[in-house]
């Protein structure tokens, strides 16, 4: 049938569990006390089949009545899919899910030490925060993020240093042209344009090439995912825009600095 856990009348609000047919477990109701009644969640009523599943009967190692559906909700890894789970009521004598209102966190958890020690004195306490556990889901999706982030940034700061570098060569090399077109008119921003245009060029060639290899290798990486983006076109132009930006700021340097040099120093060999 699906996964069945145990739990008391406060766990959907302790989670914030949306429930869109039915009701939740009570105190109040002996049928939910003897353990009797049961929530599922839409996957379980699709499975099942089920089109009015609040008052339908469920044969699994016993008769349950179903009071309530509740919203899918990933309670794993984003890796598997939403699977069908039923909420069972029972009152747990070794565990408590809490929900803390944030702001001093150690306090509460002092006062909740102190509260379980004084009902289970020979039992220490264990507890872990569910946000915690969710992220260890992706610590590996994490590491890699961090891993790919540092390769990335030092990719750019080569590039940068190598566009740099190759700017200062060929504004030496073009220091006569340079020279010549200043003296027959050329503006400064003329000369800028004109030397950083060649690097755009190189650019966009290299983005041309890096866009469906990485668009390959996002894809094949997404497909270990049952829920997933969609990648979209506009990134691969907003990533090239960024690339066109920062080596226009990187060549800016060097143009510049050959744009506003003087002709006469060019042009004196000549």
Partial sequence: MGQIWQVD?????????????????????ADDTAGKTIIINQSMAQKLGLKHPVGARISDNGIFTVIGVMQDFNYESMRDEIGPVALHYTLSTAMMTIKLRGGDVQHAISNV??????????????????DEDFAN????????????????????????????ALSAFLAEQRSKEI???????????????????????????????????AWWAMHKWLQDFAYRVTISWWMFVLAGLGAILIALITVSFQSIKAALANPVKSLRSE
């Fill in 9 to 29: 009348d406060t766990y959907l609000g302790t989670l914030g569990i949306k429930l869109i047919e039915g009701r939740n477990f009570s105190y109040e109701m």
């Fill in 113 to 130: 030490s102190a509260l379980w020690k004084k009902y289970s004195p020979d039992q220490p306490i264990r507890y872990t925060f569910l």
């Fill in 137 to 164: 889901m992706y610590a590996d999706v994490t590491r890699t993020g961090k891993i790919f982030t540092s390769f990335a940034v030092l990719a750019i700061i080569i590039a940068c240093l190598g566009l740099f």
């Fill in 179 to 213: 020279g010549i077109r200043k003296v027959l008119g050329a503006s400064v921003q003329g000369i800028t344009t004109l030397l950083s245009l060649d690097f755009v060029k190189l650019v966009m060639v290299a983005i041309l090439i890096a866009s469906p290899i």
